[in-house]
């Protein structure tokens, strides 16, 4: 009987890695993609962020991200949630032309159909990152509802002062104090194109709360910069802005009917 029960565990130890090859794990961005797949339809919005620095998209303690997910359980259906690092620009460009484009080719395409409605935003370097970006889809002919820049960081061969014409509105939120601070002013090409909602100034003497979970050396050297990234009360006001340019979730609309 002693035998036969170390040939059964060794059987199960040999099957227990092609159970494993079996094994897929998959991300929310992929789930959405997935989803879309399956119920054929675009979606009717696209909210890309950008980290700032050399962050990544899956640092769970950064505003970026908590901001994506928060707001991915809230519209889980018909809009699609993304958080890029910034060097990964090129990367969020060709996924917003591959999702806009599977309206053309997916579905009817009627002028009584709305467009996909496109939401920008990023912090430091992310938010250069939305600009440039924003530039390219001009390009494209992609018009994009809203732009949200915080503590702006021009990185090298970007601009991220002058708003292009596709954007139909942007927000500038920065810091002025520290080595890393943010662009003051960020004005529309054309401001008959494009109603710059603001350029907020935030001014932090303390770290929020939040900040302790950064890494202490930038806590140190950038406090400030840091800390506009980590204040919950922006964020919770940058998500404001969100949800209004997306309008109430499903559930909340069922609600109110």
């Not at 890494?215 to 400030?224: G, L, S």
């Not at 980590?230 to 919770?236: A, E, F, I, M, Q």
Request: positive net charge; contains cysteine; aromatic residues 8%.
């Amino acid at each position: 009987m002693h035998n036969l029960l170390n040939v059964w565990h060794s059987i199960r130890l040999l099957r227990l890695p092609a159970l494993l090859l079996c094994v897929t794990f998959v991300t929310p961005a992929q789930q959405q993609n997935s989803l879309a797949a399956a119920n054929n339809y675009p979606p009717r919005a696209i909210v890309i962020g950008f980290m700032g620095g050399k962050a990544s998209p899956d640092d769970a303690i950064r505003n970026e991200r908590i901001m994506s997910d928060r707001l991915r359980v809230l519209y889980p259906r018909g809009v699609y949630f993304e958080v890029f690092e910034n060097r990964r620009l090129e990367a969020a460009h060709q996924k917003i032309l591959q999702l806009v484009g599977a309206r053309s080719s997916g579905l009817s395409t009627t002028s009584a159909q709305p467009k996909t409605e496109i939401i920008l935003y990023g912090h430091s370097w992310g938010a250069s990152a939305v600009v440039t970006l924003a530039n390219e889809l001009q390009q494209d002919g992609v018009p994009i509802a809203l732009t949200i820049q915080v503590d702006s960081i021009e990185k090298k061969n970007q601009h991220d002062a002058v708003i292009p014409t596709n954007v139909a509105r942007a927000v500038n939120f920065y810091q002025p104090d520290g080595i890393l601070h943010g662009r003051a002013e960020i004005r529309a090409a054309d401001p008959a194109s494009t109603q710059i909602l603001g350029n907020f100034r935030f001014s932090y003497t303390d770290l929020p709360a939040e900040c302790s979970l950064y890494p202490w050396y930038e806590r140190k050297f950038i406090k400030t910069h840091i800390a506009i990234e980590c204040d919950p009360v922006l964020w919770k006001r940058i998500e404001a802005l969100i949800r209004d340019s997306l309008g109430a979730p499903a559930t909340e609309s069922a609600t109110l009917r």
